[in-house]
């Protein structure tokens, strides 16, 4: 069965830190580019970064930039998110992506793979 699975959110206050994880089971991470999606309450689902499969080449949103770092651990077939200086504009629910396709800058191009999400709320 294929699956992946978010966890490692939280509330948390403005200038503190989350790592999320993305644990894959059915299939070879290895072989797909991850994405990080966010999306918050009333606004659109929208890319926040993506690690290519074949040289772990990274981009970002730009509010992102400097503050979150994608990873992945190919030996645990799990990628990460970690997020430094949140902000409580960074309040959203974060899913992953698997994309063999690869990356279109700092997204997963047509996600095959999807997890169902973990909230992160940043607040005093």
């Known amino acids: 069965q294929v699956q992946l699975v978010e966890s490692g959110g939280g509330l948390v206050q403005p200038g503190g830190s989350l790592r999320l994880s993305c644990a894959a089971s059915?299939?070879?991470?290895?072989?797909?580019?991850m994405g990080w999606f966010r999306q918050a309450p009333g606004k659109e689902r929208e890319g926040v970064s993506c690690i290519s499969s074949s040289d772990d080449v990274t981009d970002y949103l730009n509010s992102v930039k400097g503050r979150f770092t994608i990873s992945r651990d190919n030996a645990k077939n799990t990628a990460y998110l970690q997020m430094n200086s949140l902000k409580p504009e960074d309040t959203a629910v974060y899913y992953c992506?698997?994309?063999?396709?690869?990356?279109?800058?700092?997204?997963?191009?047509?996600?095959?793979?999807w997890g169902q999400g973990t909230q992160v709320i940043v607040s005093s």
């Open positions: 992506a698997a994309a063999y396709g690869g990356c279109s800058g700092f997204e997963v191009e047509n996600g095959d793979y």
């Open positions: 059915g299939f070879t991470l290895g072989f797909y580019a």
